[in-house]
């Protein structure tokens, strides 16, 4: 009797754990469409699927960490309820194998099958529509083959099938597929959006921040709020070695690779009155500092871009030597050769 009280009492132990030990942004992953921020129009137009059985197929595309596979996900679970999705819902993402076999496989084997019936708990409960779904999590790593074959896949089996293909690039999405789908565009969070979900992360996990720090990781972030609700995880955890008491808006920017203002107002002062050699050198410093030349691209495109003591056609031109820069990086060459190049095309056109 005694031990069956042991095992028991570690069994909510450890459960509690796996809670409290999760990343932030599984443990804060909407649960319901209500939580889902700001994506209104999704949001809306989904919700109205739970009072009919009338689903389309839908495709959802955006940029990273805007609620794409969080909105499904929530769906599913507000459709069918957690018993229910085990047997109507089959996810795969990228980490699957999805050549043409798979979708010949497993994607029709499942899009065939009939209906499961569900229990009379789930249908007291859930809207329990009559077809199941079939998630496609970042649908744009599919070859165009496998996406042609499941053109038809998507038109025989409709009657008790739905599809929600998920991707950053729509374009990557083939033209016949897309035309089968109802689309729903995710939008980059905005600022007061996203603001309020960090806001309410870190009031549950209690962290203590400095003035601005939330709106300098909404900024960093720049409307993906899994990569915020992670920066602020890893300065919360940080703040603790530091021996600072509060999460600081430099220890934020040291965390998040940022170059410092401080070191980004000496970098444009270099170039607007400095020759090359002085910029050589500061170059070769800067980069053992192991600062990223792509960061330093995107500060100096806010800094000019934004600042209204240069003319447009100066912006014009650093744009073109900025854009430059940032194609020959993306292809992979070194780093310090570019950064001294730019700096010095820059200071030239000044
Ligand atoms: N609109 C949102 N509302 C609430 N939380 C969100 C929202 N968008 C993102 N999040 C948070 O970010 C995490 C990641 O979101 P999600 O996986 O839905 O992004 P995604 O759009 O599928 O991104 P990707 O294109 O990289 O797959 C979620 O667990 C949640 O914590
Ligand atoms: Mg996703």
Redo the contacts with the bound molecule.
């Keep these: 009797m005694f031990e069956g009280f042991q095992s028991k009492r570690r069994k909510v132990n450890t459960e509690h754990n796996a809670e409290q030990s999760k990343p932030w942004?599984?443990k804060?992953?909407?649960k319901k469409l209500d939580?889902?921020?700001?994506?209104d129009h999704a949001v809306t137009v989904l919700k109205k699927t739970l009072g009919s059985a009338n689903l389309p197929h839908m495709l959802f595309y955006?940029p990273?960490?805007?609620?794409?596979?969080?909105t499904i996900l929530a769906l599913t679970k507000e459709l069918f309820g957690p018993e229910l999705m085990k047997t109507r819902v089959l996810e795969l993402n990228a980490s699957d194998e999805r050549g043409i076999s798979i979708v010949r496989e497993k994607v029709k084997n499942f899009a065939r099958l009939t209906v499961s019936k569900p229990s009379k708990h789930d249908l007291e409960n859930y809207p329990c529509p009559p077809y199941k779904i079939i998630i496609l999590d970042?649908a744009d790593s599919m070859t165009a083959d496998a996406q042609s074959a499941l053109r038809r896949t998507m038109e025989t089996y409709s009657t008790v099938t739905r599809f929600c293909m998920?991707c950053?690039y729509v374009i990557r999405i083939i033209d016949p597929l897309a035309s089968r789908c109802s689309k729903f565009r995710?939008k980059s969070?905005d600022a007061s959006n996203a603001l309020q979900?960090l806001k309410y992360v870190a009031e549950q996990e209690s962290v203590k921040y400095k003035e601005g720090v939330l709106e300098r990781i909404l900024d960093i972030s720049a409307g993906d709020?899994?990569r915020a609700?992670t920066l602020l995880q890893s300065a919360s955890k940080n703040i603790g070695y530091s021996g600072e008491e509060e999460i600081s808006v430099a220890l934020v920017e040291e965390l998040a690779g940022v170059v410092p203002e401080d070191t980004l107002a000496e970098i444009t002062q270099l170039v607007s009155s400095g020759g090359f050699d002085k910029i050589t050198q500061y170059v070769n410093e800067f980069i053992k500092k192991g600062w990223s030349a792509t960061a330093v691209v995107s500060q100096l495109h806010d800094y000019y871009i934004k600042n209204d003591e240069f003319d447009t056609a100066f912006k014009n031109k650093v744009s073109m030597i900025l854009f430059d820069t940032d194609s020959k990086l993306t292809n992979g060459t070194n780093e310090h050769l570019q950064l001294l190049n730019l700096l010095v095309k820059i200071s030239k056109s000044i």
């Design positions: 942004v599984e804060y992953r909407p939580d889902v921020a700001a994506q955006g990273p960490g805007t609620g794409k596979t969080s970042e998920i950053n995710f969070l979900r709020l899994r609700i």
